[in-house]
């Protein structure tokens, strides 16, 4: 089994729709984070969470939320989807110590209409 | 964070080995520098870490020079399979990352 896991994997939405991608880890990591990528960009940092009670603000938050569930779980939730939205959204998970090395998610591919 | 500059595409053939060079002029003391791997539509995939001189593992070379102003990654002997883009950061621990666009790699047979 995977050990980052994201649902669901492809999503079609309409604008204004409110919309949530969930991350699951089976590494025992404490630190999870939320990345988009658009065609032929490298990735940008939407949140980051160290803990459970630890989150905190990347590159691009406007219009995202998060919600750390657990330490296995972290939720990307798009309040009213926009157009500009449309991208390929990574989760990424590392350990505590130095958290140097990101262990990534397959990857949700959202489409707003 | 170190702003970290790379050339956005390279070319190469089976067999050959390549070079990535990586510019980071502004790296802090406690940067590291690692080197990630992304294939279409998957996440990023790490590659390798180094802070100065030399690291080797059984993917690739990473140089660091004494002034840790660039970078280079060397893969020996590149396969089509090794096509992909592959990213250089300057990262802190307990610290966000920044992913730049890149260098395309494209390997011809």
């Known amino acids: 089994d995977a050990d980052v896991t994201q649902t669901p994997r492809n999503r079609i939405t309409k604008t204004g729709k409110r919309i949530m991608l969930e991350c699951s880890q089976t590494?025992?990591?404490?630190?999870m984070y939320w990345y988009r990528q658009d065609p032929g960009l490298g990735l940008r940092l939407i949140y980051y969470?160290?803990?459970?009670?630890?989150?905190n603000k990347g590159e691009i938050s406007d219009g995202y939320s998060v919600s750390r569930q657990a330490q296995a779980k972290f939720s990307l939730s798009l309040e009213s989807a926009i157009p500009n939205q449309t991208a390929l959204y990574f989760c990424?998970?590392?350990?505590?110590?130095?958290?140097?090395?990101?262990?990534f998610g397959p990857g949700t591919r959202l489409t707003v209409t | 964070l170190a702003k970290t500059t790379q050339p956005i595409s390279m070319d190469s053939y089976e067999g050959q080995e390549v070079n990535i060079t990586c510019s980071h002029n502004n790296i802090a003391t406690n940067d590291y520098i690692t080197w990630y791997q992304q294939f279409p539509s998957q996440g990023p995939r790490f590659i390798i870490q180094?802070?100065?001189t030399k690291v080797t593992n059984e993917v690739a070379s990473l140089f660091i020079p004494a002034d840790r102003k660039s970078s280079t990654l060397s893969l020996p002997r590149v396969s089509l399979s090794d096509t992909a883009v592959y990213y250089c950061l300057g990262t802190t621990g307990g610290f966000k990352t920044i992913f730049g666009a890149g260098t395309r790699l494209f390997v011809k047979a």
């Open positions: 990424a998970t590392s350990d505590s110590w130095g958290g140097l090395e990101q262990y």
């Open positions: 590494k025992g990591h404490d630190r």
């Open positions: 180094g802070y100065k």
């Open positions: 969470s160290f803990d459970v009670k630890d989150i």
